[in-house]
């Protein structure tokens, strides 16, 4: 259907209750630089598309020491994109955004709606797996909130119930001696959609790492965290023989298929090569 | 030439320059009117139902419901619509086409072919009806692949034809004593080269829009290059006069070759505007475009060359064989084209090629800038390069060596003129320091060892015109109006490559007034000269050449009318920058103006110049170098710079003819490297039918360019020399990357596009082989 | 249902009649005759439908024309600054042959303008990193980049010269 009903309602329980009411070809509307594409190209059937950005208390941004940053469902990529203390703070996090779509695409797409799209290769979701983002969610219950690594239970699926509405994001502060990268592997310099994403997010004390969280993007059903990876690093002097180590053991943690992007065996490869190359990065960066 | 021309001259006041060119002015305020702005009362909107089966009979086709559908206007399947097999491609009674299409059958011959057409009176309405039109498919067998179709017994996939799911009988040329000339070599090489499927790509989706009048006079605008053939082949199908058909086009949003056919959504659009009596709009998704567009030929070649030590050529022997895809479009042509191709570049008295086009159940190939000559020198100047690597020699100076030069015979049979490849070959070297850039960078990056960079050159010569394929005809019609300034009428299209402006800047330079005093009519068949189109690199050339003669003819007409009121004669006058006065006596004179107004006894003159030219050809060449840089990790390839050395006999618009070259090359690179529209090998279903997963170059990908051209070698057949420039640049990019990349890593590349896969399949068997030699 | 929405289309107050589910590419170019936006795919990779909203360039496509109720929409239509008189980079784009076909031009004027404004001496890796969201398939990039690099020049002269004038 390319007509689909469209509603504007004013309060988190008004887009609840019609969430739930009108069944399931209702779809929540932020950015719509998902949903729209995929009615126009007929990938999902929509009945009705539920605009929530009249819904006050979800547009904010702030950052402290304690908790971390925080932002809400209807923070646009661009935003946090260009605020300076999100690519000194949390440069992984940066990067991917300047990666996501395009700059017009980024001046409406919502982190949130893009991680509730859940895309094996979204690029937001690595770097705030890496850093252990929560989300929070609404339902008619109350609200509740999870870990984001928790957030996920296939490609495309959450674990959010029909009526429930993800309301924002909160990013713990980095660790003092930490470092953050990520990187995207594509075939052309914007526009792509991640082959391989990978997410670095390291602890350490001088040389030596205290801990590691990588997140492989596109090489499995959800975003992974590669913990043979994770466990050679735990620990271990930061050379370059324990950064390869680390790199070849990510292989094994990712589960890629074949498409036409491109083959499982490249992904792999890929896995292998960056992150390495995101481990060195992160290294060489600073708290 | 025609002798009322003035022979070449030096001192050019408007040619040669970068004229402010007047259709851009629109384009850059967005008042330009392109075919999907146009929204007439009461205009309904068209769409198609297209097959999700590569190869079927359509056994029950049911539009009940579709009709029934609130706001649909009218459903059209193959039995309400004129059987007629057409060309597809419209130009006329020509080598290049092939008559295999109806416009709607009741069989499918590749997934997406359009089965039914419906008008609503929305978009929506209309995309929401074709899920109400009911199609009962009988499968039939499929072949996605040349081979298959041409094993014995493969299903066939067309009544017409040679058979044996040839679209064109096989395109053989002989010319010397080839096994003479392999028992003859010091050495031989012997390849296989293929490529893959980009497609155009155009900015603007096809669109047309068609009104029928009450006197039965269909008025249709669509983005079009060919808007006489368009007019001829729907009046032919459609059953009127031409004189019932008028085809308009205003701006129009890239080509590329591919919009040359005539799509049957174009015939559909007339029809559903026939049937309700309304206006219809049809426009592709960015998914048609893909879908139902035209792609270049995949392609399988073998090449065998015999070669001295000394590096010059004993003999060559060629076999490719296009994939046409289901149906012939431009395959005629790009078969002929493509192979005879071959007997040229490189010298070599001994050739023996063989073409084959070939009927799969694939998207159809058709016309796209280069038109089967970027595979077939894909494959000779990399085999080129191979030698040169053979014989420890530089690629430049072995392609200098045997650089098609004057005399030589080109592939149109005639004689080329003049050394233009050699020309750009060593300008190109000097300017990028060829020589000394391969031997000194060759350190490793020591801070990212991974990095290996590399150095190619490439090839290429092509011909302005579609002779003798086809035998063209330029026209022109320039009036000079009575207060003198002119209208120059032109069928030429605007496609966007400055054509107008060019036109307009040889009728002005001819006539010897201002630029600005120029205007240029197009686009309504109704009211300007036949033109065949805009493909073949021959605007310039063709309609060109006839604006000249045009411009002169009124010239003469002018002089005459000044010489009657300034009582002279008129070999005694000059026109200058709109000021006519004797060539002794600047300073008495006249302005054209004042030629043409009405003066005593004498009426306001309204002068009408014509010019009609019928070309051969003129062959322009190109040579270029570039940089690369290889990941050996991740197997990206990197284009860093780009020089393009372009001959083209004389420049008329620099800033455009750049303009040529630096968008071809971005069209090249992306064949070269990322650009493939995939189809299922299984199903023939599209798999990346949209701008993510067919990649362009963007951008941040586009290397810097440094684009040079060169009046080498003018061919007296064009405008004061000048040749064509659209398709040399993307004929000559793919194996300069190709040669850099070996440069780079040693790897032999033979095919396109070249994936980072294959860089690292490549690199990790080149490791695993040097280990074991 | 058409629903009316009120907006402020280049500077001045319009209204437009829209149903729920169209685009405001769709209504830009079919409600309100504005066709200099172009529709390149429909699905925002393109960048042809490049429009303001509020100063923020996104792709009309990918916008419901309902959302822009109440808001400031700038189209290609209203660069020039008044009249007879274009912009620079209009000019520019004209002089340095950065227009060929033409289609993706509006889009890319749209992003160049509000690079420019973000950044008046842009370097050219963020020139091209600005228009990474735009295709052409014609110019091959470089007298885009040209353009711009030559527009930012002459808006900063034209700066200065107001400045000491």
Known sequence: MRRFAYHEPATLEDASRLLTDLGDDAHVFAGGTDLLVEIRERLRRVSDVVNIKSIPGMSDITWDEATGLTFGALVTARQLETLRGVQETYPNFAEALRQLGSIQVRGRATVVGNICRASPSADTIPPLIADRAIIHIYSPRGMRRIPLAEFFTGPGRTVLARGEIATGIVVPPPARQSGRAYIKHGRRKAMELATVGVAVSLERDGDRCLEARIALGAVGPVVLRAAGAEAILKGADLTDETLARAGEAAMADCTPISNVRASADYRRNMVGVLTRRALRTAMEANA | ?773 | MKQIVELTLNGEPREMAAEGHRSLLDCLREELGLTGTKKGCDVGDCGACTVFVDGQPINACLMLAVEARGRTVETVEGLRPEGDVLHPLQEAFMRHGASQCGFCTPGILMMARKLLEENPDPTDAEIRFGLSGNICRCTGYTKIFDAVRSAARDIRQAGQQEATS
């Open chain 2, 1 to 773: 030439m025609n002798k009322l021309t003035r022979p070449l001259q030096n001192d050019f006041r408007i040619i040669g320059k970068s004229v402010k060119r007047e259709d851009v002015i629109e384009k850059v305020t967005g008042e330009g009117t392109y075919v999907a702005d146009l929204k007439p009362a009461g205009m309904l909107y068209g769409k198609i139902k297209r097959a999700d089966v590569a190869h079927a009979r359509i056994k029950r086709i049911d539009v009940s419901r579709a009709l029934a559908y609130p706001g649909v206007k009218a459903v059209l399947t193959h039995g309400d619509v004129p059987r007629v097999l057409h060309y597809g491609s419209p130009h006329p009674r020509s080598a290049s086409c092939t008559r295999d299409q109806y416009i709607l059958d009741d069989r499918v011959r590749f997934w997406g072919e359009g089965v039914a057409a419906v008008a609503a009176i929305s978009e929506e309405i209309a995309d929401e009806a074709l899920d109400l039109v009911e199609v009962e498919y009988e499968e039939l067998p499929a072949v996605f692949t040349p081979e298959e179709a041409m094993k014995p017994g493969a299903p066939l996939i067309h009544d017409v034809g040679p058979g044996g799911n040839l679209v064109l009988d096989p395109v053989k040329v002989e010319r010397g004593d080839v096994d003479k000339g392999f028992a003859e070599a010091d050495f031989i090489l012997e390849g296989e080269y293929s490529g893959g499927r980009p497609v155009p790509a155009y900015m603007e989706p096809n669109v047309c829009l068609a009104d029928w009048d009450g006197a039965g006079k269909l008025t249709f605008w669509t983005s079009t290059q060919t808007s006489f053939m368009v007019r001829g082949i729907l009046a032919e199908v459609l059953g009127l006069p031409v004189n019932k058909v008028r085809v308009l086009v205003d701006h129009m949003g890239g080509g590329f070759g591919a919009k040359q056919d005539c799509f049957q959504h174009e015939f559909l659009c007339a029809l559903l505007a026939r049937a309700t009596r309304r206006p219809v709009r049809m426009e592709f998704t960015r998914r048609e475009t893909f879908v139902a567009g035209r792609s270049r030929h995949p392609f399988k070649l073998w090449l065998k060359q015999g070669f001295r030590n000394e590096g010059t050529l004993t003999a060559r022997e060629m076999k490719i064989v296009y994939d046409s895809g289901a149906y012939g479009s431009h395959t005629p042509g790009v078969t002929i084209v493509g192979t005879t191709s071959a007997t040229s570049l490189y010298r070599c008295e001994n050739v023996r090629l063989e073409g084959r086009g070939v009927y799969t159940n694939m998207p159809i190939a058709g016309a796209f800038r280069g038109y089967g000559v970027v595979q077939t020198y894909f494959a000779l100047d990399i085999q080129m390069d191979e030698a040169a690597v053979r014989l420890g020699m530089d690629p430049a100076a072995l392609k200098l060596k045997n650089a098609v030069r004057d005399g030589d015979i080109a592939p149109s049979g005639h004689a080329i003129i003049g050394r233009g490849l050699e020309a750009c070959i060593q300008t190109g070297a000097a300017r990028f320091d060829w020589s000394a850039v391969r031997t000194q960078n060759r350190r490793p990056d020591r801070a990212r060892p991974h990095l290996r960079k590399g150095w190619g050159l490439g090839c290429e010569m092509h011909g302005s015109s579609a002779y003798p394929g086809i035998k063209e005809q330029g026209n022109a019609l320039l009036k000079v109006n009575e207060d003198g300034s002119v209208t120059l009428m032109t069928g030429a299209a605007g496609l966007g490559t400055g054509a107008h402006t060019a036109l307009a800047q040889i009728a002005a330079e001819e006539l010897g007034v201002p630029f600005k005093s120029v205007s240029v009519v197009h686009g309504d068949t109704d009211a300007v000269p036949w033109d065949i189109g805009a493909f073949a690199s021959h605007t310039t050339y063709l309609v060109g050449s006839a604006t000249r003669m045009a411009a002169a003819e009124a010239r003469l007409a002018i002089l005459e009318r000044a010489a009657e009121k300034l009582q002279t004669t008129a070999k005694r006058l000059t026109i200058f920058d709109g000021v006519i006065h004797p060539t002794d006596a600047p300073d008495q004179g006249l302005t054209v103006a004042e030629a043409m107004g009405p003066s005593k006894g004498i009426p306001a003159a309204n002068i009408l110049g014509r010019g009609t030219y019928e070309p051969t050809k003129s062959y322009s060449f190109a040579a270029h170098f570039v940089e690369v840089t290889v990941d050996t990790e991740t197997g990206l390839v990197e284009v860093d710079r780009v020089l393009p050395v372009h001959d083209v006999g004389k420049v008329i618009h620099p800033i455009a003819a750049q303009g040529q070259i630096e968008g071809g090359i971005q069209q090249g690179i992306g064949h070269t490297l990322t650009e493939d529209y995939i189809v299922d090998p299984e199903t023939g279903r599209s798999l990346n039918a949209g701008l993510v997963d067919y990649k362009m170059p963007l951008s941040m990908d586009m290397p810097d360019i440094d684009t040079v051209i060169l009046e080498a070698a003018p061919d007296p057949g064009g405008p004061w020399g000048a040749k064509g420039v659209g398709e040399d640049p993307i004929i000559a990019i793919g194996p300069a990357i190709a040669n850099a990349i070996f440069d780079a890593i040693g790897v032999r590349f033979r095919h396109y596009p070249i994936t980072p896969e294959d860089v690292l399949n490549a690199l990790a068997n080149k490791e695993a082989h040097d280990a074991g030699a």
